[in-house]
């Protein structure tokens, strides 16, 4: 592998959240602990564990009920999530060091591109162990590591052999290493296309591999032909700069109520919440959205999404909410109250890019709303959040505690996440 | 973080900025009050503390005799308890 194509790496800090803590209180140490949102207002799931925990079967996103039968000595730890960041930081400076090709997915997990650097000399593995060893004595955290020619295979290395390690999946060894592993350790495999691989037969990703491109590609679409691509280490995506920001995909907001959601009037507050903050976070990034997503969770924790296309490109609340409750309205079983829901835009096109215009829609209203929401937002940056708010919302806000957003800021892919 | 640890201590120090930045301590008042200079910094680097529990750059430092570790973790700093 090495001396021929690329040497990438994917360094993935164990167990994150609960090693940053378990660092700062050495008297956890020894005791299975997890972090937790606050069981209170009931957005009460696992968010982390430390390997003690994870051996009583404690899960990360179950509910804080759960995980204690599990495990009755369990300790919740709150999050701090200013010394995640940090920590997050600290291991991307680090890295720096190596390579400009510093990739973050999420907090814990980056991609690292050292080809053609002047650390590519020590050789992927041996530079893979110092940074392992590294990140150990200086931050007092572990990582494990994943060295391979491509992304997919370098985070598949640093999920095999955990904490504090380091595995090479070479191209040579792809049929011995890679091949015999569960087709749902692959990147971008969740657990909906993993059953549905299974019912093909199809359950290692060495099937995967040696599956004919053209049945995936009728049985996913073109997602078939990319998955076929990834088990046979075919990935050519580029690690990005540092600082480079990879391109938005969507813009979404999600939010686990302190109590059930059982009608459609409660949604409607919920999502008037929602709406506004991702139709500022549109605005703020320039884009419109082409497409509206919701997520809908019950208390058993079923939960599905839909999507519909708008009739024209939009980044107002008002439209988006419209949206949502149509898709809610159309979709939900009211004998299923809801635990959490989420609303997407995606499909993201850039504000200033030329649209139809609809027949049906009149473009000067439309405009008028939009300086009326930026006006709200403006409001709002001034004096703060609670100085304007929709009344559909206001009399349902017993539905939220007030500090929720500081944990959805970082936590975007957490409850609503969907396999690909 | 909540500081529930006994091993960690925060400590008041005399530091000097050099002009090219640098940061040296020049000693160190223990909680019982008492001051004590430093005689010579002979290391800082990056390095977390296992037995307090932070990170941040670590000093190795010469009080007298004795050799100790001195942390500043972002803006405070702190020793490991003996």
């Keep these: 592998m090495e001396g021929q194509g690329r040497i990438i790496l994917h360094a993935d800090m164990n167990s994150f959240y609960a090693s940053v803590e378990c660092l700062h209180q050495p008297e956890l140490r020894a005791k299975p602990v997890a972090v937790g949102g ?32 599990k495990c009755p000595d369990l300790v919740i730890v709150h999050p701090h999530y200013d010394q995640y960041m940090r920590f997050s930081r600290l291991a991307r400076e680090i890295y720096g ?16 591109d050292v080809t053609g650097t002047e650390s590519q000399r020590k050789g992927g593995e041996a530079l893979a162990q ?17 060295v391979s020619d491509n992304k997919i295979f370098a985070k598949l290395g640093s999920d095999y052999r955990k904490p504090d390690a380091v595995t090479v999946f070479s191209r040579r060894e792809m049929g011995e290493k890679v091949w015999p592993l569960p087709v749902t350790d692959l990147l971008y495999v969740g657990p909906a296309t993993g059953r549905k691989l299974r019912s093909y037969g199809v359950e290692t990703i060495g099937q995967l591999a040696l599956t004919p491109p053209e049945y995936l590609k009728s049985w996913f679409g073109k997602v078939g032909l990319m998955l076929h ?15 480079e920001e990879s391109p938005v995909k969507s813009v979404g907001n999600s939010m686990t109520t302190t109590r059930d959601l059982v009608s459609l009037e409660d949604i409607s507050a919920v999502y008037w919440v929602l709406c506004e903050s991702v139709a500022a976070r549109l605005r703020e990034g320039g884009f419109l959205c082409r497409t509206v ?4 969770r019950d208390f058993g924790l079923y939960s599905f999404e839909r999507q519909l296309t708008l009739e024209t490109p939009s980044c107002l609340a008002s439209e988006l909410h419209r949206a949502a409750m149509d898709l809610a309205a159309a979709n939900w079983d009211e004998r299923r109250p809801l635990r959490s829901i989420g609303v997407r835009g995606t499909e993201l096109i850039p504000a200033s890019s030329p649209w ?26 001034r004096f703060g959040k609670a100085v304007i708010g929709r009344a559909a919302a206001r009399l349902h806000a017993d539905l939220w505690s007030p500090d929720l957003e500081k944990t959805q800021v970082i936590h975007p892919i957490g409850l609503l996440k969907t396999p690909l | ?19 090219d930045g640098r940061l040296i301590p020049l000693s160190v008042t223990w909680e019982d009050g008492v001051e004590y200079p430093i005689d010579r910094v002979m290391e800082r680097k990056r390095a977390a503390s296992m037995k307090a529990g932070g990170t941040g750059f670590r000093y190795r430092i010469r009080i007298g005799s004795r050799e100790t ?5 972002e803006d405070k700093w702190f020793v490991e308890r003996r």
């Design chain 1, 38 to 69: 606050d069981a209170e207002a009931r957005h009460g799931i696992i968010l982390a564990k430390n390997q003690l925990a994870k051996k009583y079967g404690v899960k990360t996103g179950e509910a804080l009920w759960q995980a204690r039968q």
């Design chain 2, 1 to 19: 973080m909540e500081e529930t640890n006994s091993a960690k201590v925060y400590v008041a120090v005399k530091a000097r900025f050099e002009p």
């Design chain 2, 69 to 73: 570790y001195l942390f500043l973790e």
């Design chain 1, 97 to 112: 060091e190596y390579t400009d090709r510093v990739e973050p997915f999420g907090l814990d997990e980056c991609w690292l």
């Design chain 1, 130 to 146: 110092e940074l392992r060893r590294r990140i150990k004595a200086e931050l007092g955290v572990t990582v494990s590591i994943g």
């Design chain 1, 293 to 296: 997503q919701i997520g809908l």
């Design chain 1, 229 to 243: 691509g990834f088990a046979n280490g075919y990935d050519l995506t580029p690690v990005a700069r540092a600082g």
């Design chain 1, 356 to 381: 139809q215009l609809s027949l049906f829609q009149e473009e000067a209203g439309r405009e008028k709303k939009e300086r009326l929401e930026r006006s709200v937002e403006e409001l709002r940056r």
